[in-house]
């Protein structure tokens, strides 16, 4: 498997170079691994912290700015940072008013953000934290207990990064991003595997003609494999796996999102085909965005996530972000 | 290969149906295929209209909105609109200003684009048109005579869009699109090839371990195969092959561009080279843009883009823009 890299092992720190040569309004630590947004702490306002394997840009370190995270911690490739880095993180990017850690449902990331939470109380920082487990594909899996985190943690972050910059206090910050998690359901399908540079070929075998349905984002084990399906099929059983878990009564945010190698062409026909099934089982959508944003390297394939809303959730996702991977209003 | 689609035949007009529902701020013409900006025409204002093969997103439907172009026109994969297309896009967004055509210097394109003006001045549209060829690997390919217009679309279309959102007349976005365009250099390289939904396979064969260097975005063929390199090696080969063609005295915009398939991870790594090559070779980099832009369907790999800028092109680059692939200051 060709890859654009120099060697496997300076993959993450290469990276970071690159985020800090085309991003002069982030603050880029290579050696410890963390992406801050410049100018932090902000005086008065809750700082906003994640982290978890790369391999997943944009997430997280492509959401790091005004109105979303104050840091990005990226481990290595499918790999959850240390408590180190997300302890330095917190303080680093902690005013006084507190932090809130977003962690994807992994058993790594929860244990780790769990010792940084300690090590960081221990230096003054309070700390909330927030579980993502959004994927309804499987309960317990490769990495995980319990239901995984993947979609769902871009809106979390887009919405809770709002509230702390119109000032919310911690506890205000942390109940709407608990919020947001229990009002989102995502379910995501691989056409192809993806590839690590440390294994150098794909994780796993997805042979010609066939698709998983339920795929998670490093490539875990879904619910099953049929024969390749169009993309209005796809549409169907993402959608109505969903809606199985969550009935909306209200309109909801549509992330039809790319796992990496599926063009934005398909994507976009793939979009249409999910607003048809919304349509169809009556659920109104608010908003829609279409791309790569909660990514498995190369895999080829999609995902779905819907966030029902309320006018209130719906005004904080609208308000102003300038990230380098998510950018309105400013 | 498996592809996120229905059938072949529908590719292009599904993903429009998709834009529609994703983005409200655009009016999409399902039928005639043309994205246009909502609200068009605008009182006084000169329209830009561009388009060309579909398979590139977010080229060129992406950049459709305020700051950039009034109207795109997809045609199908990899082949050129019809003259049709452009002439009722022209007419739809003039609003007595004119129109400047942008057009990618492929002979479909030119010889449709060339036929859309007499159409649309039958009409009584005031045409004016750029031919966009920056890239620097071959002259006269399969489907040019001359040389290829690739990764400098996106910097005529922005800085051109500027200049019109500002009320500046045709002739001056005329020139100053032809100033962006001079002044403006690409080199590309394939890691893999791209498939096309109507072949339902790769369009050419790139062995493993190998890669094309000088690579079109269709797949057309570049200067020379070479065993895989690193991407320390690819930036230095891309950045000199345009630094042969043109030597800055000035700044440069620097758009490190993915082909498609390659993780963004795996991008930012190469713009860290490419930022350390333009340093070892004196060339001030004034802006970068790390993405997929200007694309080639599923195909992994990167090209550079270098556009030297004066004040004024620097300006007009940061002044705000709306459209979905690209978005900063609204």
Chains 1, 2 share one sequence.
């Not at 880029?28 to 912290?49: C, N, Q, S, T, Y």
């Not at 150098?200 to 619910?223: N, Q």
Request: charged residues 20%; contains cysteine.
């Amino acid at each position: 498997m060709k890859m654009l890299i120099n060697v496997p092992e300076t993959v993450v720190p290469d990276a970071l170079r690159g985020i800090a040569a085309a991003h002069p309004d982030l603050t880029v630590d290579v050696e410890h691994r963390i992406i801050m947004r410049k100018g932090a702490p902000f005086e008065g306002k809750v700082g906003l912290v994640s982290g978890g394997g790369s391999g997943h840009e944009p997430l997280h370190g492509g959401f790091v700015g005004r109105g979303m995270l104050d840091a990005a911690c990226p481990g290595e490739v499918f790999t959850s940072p240390v408590p180190d880095q997300m302890a330095r993180a917190a303080a680093a990017v902690d005013s006084g008013a507190g932090v809130l850690f977003i962690v994807k449902n992994y058993t790594g990331d929860v244990l780790n953000f769990d010792m940084a939470a300690e090590l960081a109380e221990d230096e003054g920082v309070q700390i909330a934290k927030v579980l993502v487990n959004d994927d309804v594909a499987v309960t317990d899996s490769l990495y995980t207990a319990g239901r995984r985190g993947t979609g769902a943690t871009l809106f979390v972050e887009k919405i809770a990064g709002a509230a702390a910059e119109e000032g919310a206090p911690l506890d205000r910050v942390a109940s709407l991003a608990r919020q947001v998690n229990e009002a989102s359901r995502s379910f995501g399908v691989a056409l192809t595997a993806c590839s690590t540079p440390a294994k150098g070929g794909p994780t796993f075998d997805l042979p010609d003609g066939e698709l998983e349905l339920g795929i998670g984002i490093h490539g875990e084990p879904g619910r099953e494999r049929r024969a390749m399906m169009t993309s209005g099929e796809i549409a169907d059983f993402s959608v109505d796996a969903i809606l199985e878990d969550m009935r909306p009564d209200a309109p909801v945010l549509a992330l039809v999102n790319g796992m990496g190698a599926t063009p934005l062409l398909e994507l976009y026909g793939f979009a249409a085909e999910v607003h048809r099934v919304l349509a169809e089982r009556k659920v109104a959508v608010a908003r829609t965005l279409v791309g790569n944003y909660v990514t498995s390297l190369d895999m080829a394939g999609c995902s779905v996530t819907l966030c029902q809303v309320d006018e209130e959730l719906l005004r904080l996702w609208d308000a102003p972000v300038a990230t380098p991977g998510l950018r309105w209003g400013y």
